[in-house]
Nanobody, 114 residues
Framework: QVQLVESGGQLVQTGGSLRLSCTASGSTSRIASMGWFRQAPGKEREFVAAITWRTGFTYYADSVKGRFTISGDNAKNTVFIQMTSLKPEDTAVYYC???????WGQGTQVTVSS
């Protein structure tokens, strides 16, 4: 198993930027990819972005393409997401995930004020 710890969430204004980090520990040599999900109040958790460790391929939800950039440092077992042009609808708890594991971190709150 892996343990995940997210950080970096805070209150920002519309149009602002923020960078979140997630560091994995435990069975990190088995990690194939890492990604970010988010869950807004009253909504289901949704995919945001992911990166594969071996190829560096990145994947994004349509709602964040062109605004968010995922990157990773697999030597440090850390994944980042740079978020720009933030909108109120980006407000959510952001969670990190590592495949093929099913574990989640505690999440970090991002609030975008209008």
């Amino acid at each position: 198993q892996v343990q995940l710890v997210e950080s970096g969430g805070q209150l920002v204004q519309t149009g602002g930027s923020l960078r979140l980090s997630c560091t994995a520990s435990g069975s990190t040599s088995r990690i194939a990819s890492m990604g970010w999900f988010r869950q807004a109040p009253g909504k289901e958790r949704e995919f945001v972005a992911a990166i594969t460790w071996r190829t560096g391929f990145t994947y994004y939800a349509d709602s964040v393409k062109g605004r968010f950039t995922i990157s990773g440092d697999n030597a440090k077992n850390t994944v980042f997401i740079q978020m720009t042009s933030l909108k109120p609808e980006d407000t959510a708890v952001y969670y990190c995930n590592a495949q093929p594991f099913g574990s989640w971190g505690q999440g970090t709150q991002v609030t975008v004020s209008s």
